[in-house]
């Protein structure tokens, strides 16, 4: 089977949550799977592209495959946060929800100028999230060099919304 085939494989389908009309694609299982997880590395590794010189997480699932990415690619891994969650000083972007905004932070001096930044996380759905982690490593003069997601919902077309800051976007699993 194709490593798409085994992602989805091993995804379990949550009716109604968090909200009614919802199908929650939960990826928990996933981690059950140590062959199935080196896989998915491996899978990030093999569409890179440009390598970058650091990974930057996604609170909170985007760590859990970012950190293993950065270990693997021996580069650091910087975690981007909701507001108010990172204990140094930060810089931040507020984006547009659905209804209202949020904002989410990463330390100061975590990213260098001039590095090629991947930007990492779980799943794709609008895009907004990951276009404002992009932000926050622009902010501090870095490249984004590309996006990494598990799993996409392409029926919400969040590779929109990521475009302008980079075309390598991966997706393991298209929904």
């Known amino acids: ?12 389908d949550i009716p ?5 009309g919802i199908m ?10 140590q062959q199935l997880c080196n896989e998915i590395v491996d899978g990030f590794i093999e569409r890179l592209g440009t390598r970058p010189n650091a990974i930057v997480g996604i609170e909170s699932r985007g760590f859990l495959f970012g950190i293993l990415l950065a270990n693997k690619l021996n ?3 910087i975690l981007v946060r909701k507001a108010g969650k990172l204990p140094y000083k930060t810089i931040s972007h507020e984006y547009a929800l659905e209804y209202g905004t949020s904002k989410i932070e990463m330390h100061i001096g975590s990213v260098q100028k001039g590095w090629n930044v991947l930007i990492h996380d779980d799943l794709l759905a609008t895009g907004g999230t990951a276009a404002a982690a992009a932000n926050l490593v622009e902010q501090q003069g870095a490249h984004v060099s590309g996006f ?3 799993v996409e919902l392409g029926f919400l077309n ?8 980079s075309n390598n976007i991966t997706c393991l699993a298209q929904y």
Do not use: W, Y
């Open 148 to 150: 990494s997601f598990v």
């Open 158 to 165: 969040g590779k929109q919304k990521l475009n302008i800051h």
């Open 24 to 33: 929650f694609k939960d990826i928990t299982p996933i981690f059950e799977n």
């Open 1 to 12: 089977m194709s490593l798409e085939s085994n992602i989805k494989a091993a995804i379990r």
């Open 16 to 20: 109604d949550f968090p909200k009614p």
């Open 75 to 77: 580069v650091p891994f």
